[in-house]
């Protein structure tokens, strides 16, 4: 079955103690990124790669971390997590960016206290 | 600006149509989609229409787009419960970025 897995889906954790939050297609898909999801402001792309050891930031990468060893593979490194980072991370892949349609993984809600 | 904005809410009576409006800034964008969010799932794409066409319609959704206006619309047909999510609508950036809109709670009630 066609499917982006992202691990755990719920994680409470305190402010500055790293985490990682895997994510991992079956789909051979070139691009892959990372998404928060906070209410009233939708979607907000945190990091994108469009393939192995091509990384860029979207709109929100301050905080975060992402690498691309792996074409399957595309983990989202908090290494100092703070409140503010609170929210639902959704990862996502796709054959070419957002040309063609792209699969979301069921999400990852992150709580820091 | 890269801002695609939406309604926040929407309630509809079941069997009645839905209609989730979104406006968008970039006049470029190729691609305009609707994702669609069940609760406690991730985005699944619904449809999508390609800038140079006006409308698209897919068994009870119809897109229509007013790229003057850069105003897109999702029209549900017989609205129901199952229709209840949230539903984004989302613009293709020229590099390969979506810019998603915040999103339209859909609420169905009998």
């Not at chain 1, 393939?51 to 490194?77: A, C, H, M, Q, W």
């Not at chain 2, 695609?4 to 809410?9: D, G, K, N, P």
């Not at chain 2, 790229?67 to 390969?96: N, P, V, W």
């Amino acid at each position: 079955e066609a499917q982006v897995t992202q691990n755990p889906r719920y994680l409470i954790t305190v402010t500055g103690k790293k985490l990682t939050v895997t994510c991992s297609q079956n789909m051979n898909h070139e691009y892959m990124s990372w998404y928060r999801q906070d209410p009233g402001l939708g979607l907000r792309q945190i990091y994108y790669s469009m393939n192995v050891e091509v990384t860029d930031k979207g709109d929100v990468p301050e905080g975060y971390k992402v690498s691309r060893k792996e074409k399957r593979n595309f983990p989202l490194i908090l290494e100092s997590p703070s409140p503010n980072q609170t929210s639902l991370y959704f990862c996502a892949s796709s054959l070419q960016g957002s040309i063609t349609e792209a699969f979301f993984g069921q999400g990852t809600r992150l709580t820091v206290v | 600006g890269e801002d695609v904005e939406q309604s926040l809410f929407l309630s509809v009576r079941e069997g009645d149509s839905s209609v989730i409006n979104c406006t968008y800034t970039d006049s470029s964008s190729t691609y305009l989609y609707w994702y669609k969010q069940e609760p406690g799932a991730g985005l699944q794409l619904l449809t999508y229409i390609f800038s140079n066409m006006d409308m698209k319609q897919d068994q009870r959704l119809t897109v229509l787009l007013n790229k003057k206006d850069k105003h897109l619309s999702l029209r549900i047909a017989d609205t129901q419960t199952g229709d209840s999510a949230i539903y984004f609508c989302a613009e293709m950036l020229s590099d390969y970025k979506l810019s998603f809109g915040a999103g339209t709670t859909v609420t169905v009630r009998a």
